[in-house]
């Protein structure tokens, strides 16, 4: 499978903040994308992601010989700034909401919620409340959420923000492991999350492109 973006733009209120945004990533392949704050970065993983409308072109998954394809937010896992989980639900009950939303893509196969929660190093705790639990316990149930259902394209806004070493390690860990069965990471963070060959994106934002311009 490839991921394909095509001459992709996007607006916020009024504002174009980019165009013209291309690339292809081969299974195995990430990209990182780089740029100073509000250069666009959220923005192309939302659209990515398939939580905003691309105001032109057009991203895609594209199967075997190129005849196949799907928008890219059929195969992909978001995991944004916000933990998407319900702080009333117990961490089982969150973790099979989305197990059972996502589904697994392509035939993949996914984690139990328990092989799950071992492996992001928190097993023993998913009958709790999620809002029962540390900023740092939530985000790596959150990371857990990548694994419950199996889709080959994750697109992670800084997904080890405010965490601790160790479970920056551990991301990393399972950010590897996903490449190297195949599956296509498109990131915006500031660690190195194991991503030394990745590809990368410089994201500039549209009034710093004007102003180079005029300059
Ligand atoms: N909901 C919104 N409505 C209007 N403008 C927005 C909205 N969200 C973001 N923007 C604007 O879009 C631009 C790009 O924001 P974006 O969040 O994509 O940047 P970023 O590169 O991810 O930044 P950061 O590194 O700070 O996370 C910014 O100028 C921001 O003010």
Redesign the pocket.
């Known amino acids: 499978m490839r991921l394909i973006a095509e001459d992709l733009a996007a607006r916020?209120?009024e504002?174009l903040?980019f165009s013209g945004v291309s690339f292809t990533l081969a299974a195995g392949e990430a990209l990182v994308?780089i740029?100073?704050?509000?250069?666009?970065?959220?923005?192309?993983?939302?659209v990515v992601a398939g939580l905003l409308r691309p105001e032109a072109g057009r991203v895609e998954a594209v199967f075997g010989d190129g005849r196949e394809s799907r928008p890219a937010r059929e195969v992909s896992h978001y995991l944004g700034?916000r933990n998407a989980m319900k702080q009333e639900l117990t961490v089982v009950e969150n973790l099979t909401f989305w197990r059972d939303f996502l589904g697994d893509v392509q035939g993949g196969v996914s984690l139990s919620i328990d092989e799950a929660a071992e492996t992001v190093g928190l097993g023993g705790i998913t009958h709790l409340p999620f809002g029962y639990l540390s900023a740092g316990q939530q985000r790596r149930f959150a990371m857990a959420k990548l694994l419950v259902a199996h889709r080959p394209v994750w697109i992670l806004?800084?997904p080890t923000a405010a965490l601790d070493a160790s479970a920056d390690q551990m991301f990393a860990g399972l950010v590897h492991t996903h490449l190297s069965k195949g599956g296509i990471v498109i990131a915006?963070t500031h660690q190195p999350l194991g991503l030394n060959d990745a590809k990368t994106l410089v994201?500039k934002?549209?009034?710093y492109r004007e102003m180079e311009e005029m300059a």
């Not at 740029?35 to 939302?46: A, D, P």
Request: aromatic share 4%; net charge neutral; glycine share 20%.
């Open positions: 916020r209120g504002d903040i994308l740029g100073r704050n509000g250069s666009g970065k959220s923005t192309l993983l939302r700034h806004d800084e915006a994201m934002g549209f009034e």
